[in-house]
């Protein structure tokens, strides 16, 4: 990974990794889901600081939005580079695959690595979320996503359909906490 990354990006790769691990941990995960998150916190930005061409070419435009701005694209494409070198964890390739437009099917480790992603304190933005993630899994991936939409919507900016669909499955997927959380009325 530090090979495929600039030295900035390897610093917040480790950040989301042990970030996704506490919150997984936080989460009750099992061991395995636990590692996952981790693995997959790893993982997740292998391809972000590839070109532009080659990621359009690992992973092709699904829309609009991937053609005009071709960075959403690299959490496809680190898929598609792990896929290509062996990597066959399905829960760790989702999590990589989903981290940019956010977790599907109800993806605990996705979730855990989406929101380590968007809350990880080398950011210095989204203490809140990150707080709250180690309290309740499923607020805290509500309150990520619909920040990102309520942003992007806010701005005029087209927000990805992957991020739409995550959206409007979180009315839809049920998130257990695995303790009572001070968060909820």
Do not use: F
């Amino acid at each position: 990974m530090r090979l495929m990354v600039k030295p900035r990006r390897y610093e917040h790769v480790l950040r989301v990794a042990e970030l996704a691990r506490e919150i997984a941990e936080a989460a009750a995960l099992s061991p395995e889901e636990i590692a996952q998150a981790y693995a997959a916190g790893i993982l997740h930005d292998i391809a972000r600081d590839l070109p532009e061409s080659e990621l359009l070419r690992l992973a092709p435009p699904e829309c609009d939005i991937d053609s005009r701005h071709p960075l959403a694209l690299h959490g496809r494409a680190a898929r598609t580079l792990l896929e290509r070198w062996g990597y066959r964890d399905e829960r760790v390739l989702a999590a990589v695959e989903d981290h940019t437009t956010g977790p599907r099917g109800g993806n605990r480790v996705a979730a855990c690595v989406y929101i380590a992603d968007v809350s990880e304190p080398g950011r210095g933005v989204n203490a809140d979320i990150r707080e709250l993630a180690l309290n309740d899994l499923g607020a805290a991936l509500r309150r990520s996503v619909t920040s990102k939409v309520t942003y992007l919507q806010g701005k005029g900016i087209p927000v990805h359909p992957r991020t739409l669909a995550a959206y409007h499955d979180l009315e839809l997927t049920p998130w257990r906490p695995s303790r009572p959380s001070p968060w909820r009325p």
